[in-house]
């Protein structure tokens, strides 16, 4: 089956750090672009980082500095480290690709369920 599983979410204090990772079923090839969205209670739904085929990578503002994107090509596997984190990091943090898969061999975006990261004292 197609399928994008996060892990690696949880609770950890003001400063913290947490090392994300979004697995991709083997079924799944050809990606153009993989990448973390957030969406905290309340707001809308905000582009953390992507990540092309390429390797190439950016971040939104408010995770500058704090928040590396990689991804493992052999494994199907994105990562997200993010440290010195902060309360307004509170969010259900997506996985996101854009890919073929053998099950649907046409360009088509994919979304994982969500791990559920909350930064309190």
């Known amino acids: 089956q ?3 599983v996060e892990s690696g979410g949880g609770l950890v204090h003001p400063g913290g750090s947490l090392r994300l990772s979004c697995a991709a079923s083997r079924s799944i090839y050809s990606i153009n672009v ?3 969205y957030r969406q905290a ?3 809308d739904r ?3 980082s992507p990540v092309t085929s390429s390797g190439g990578t950016t971040y939104a503002d408010s995770v500058k500095g704090r928040c590396t994107n990689s991804r493992d090509n052999a494994q ?3 990562y997200l480290q993010m440290t010195s984190l902060k309360p307004e990091d509170t969010a259900l943090y997506y ?5 073929r898969s053998v ?3 046409t360009p088509h975006d994919y979304w994982g369920q969500g791990t559920q990261v909350t930064v309190s004292s």
């Open 34 to 36: 993989m990448g973390w």
């Open 2 to 4: 197609v399928q994008l």
């Open 103 to 105: 099950i649907l061999p």
């Open 46 to 48: 905000e582009l953390v």
């Open 41 to 43: 209670p309340g707001k």
């Open 76 to 78: 199907n596997t994105l």
């Open 95 to 99: 996985c996101y690709c854009n890919a």
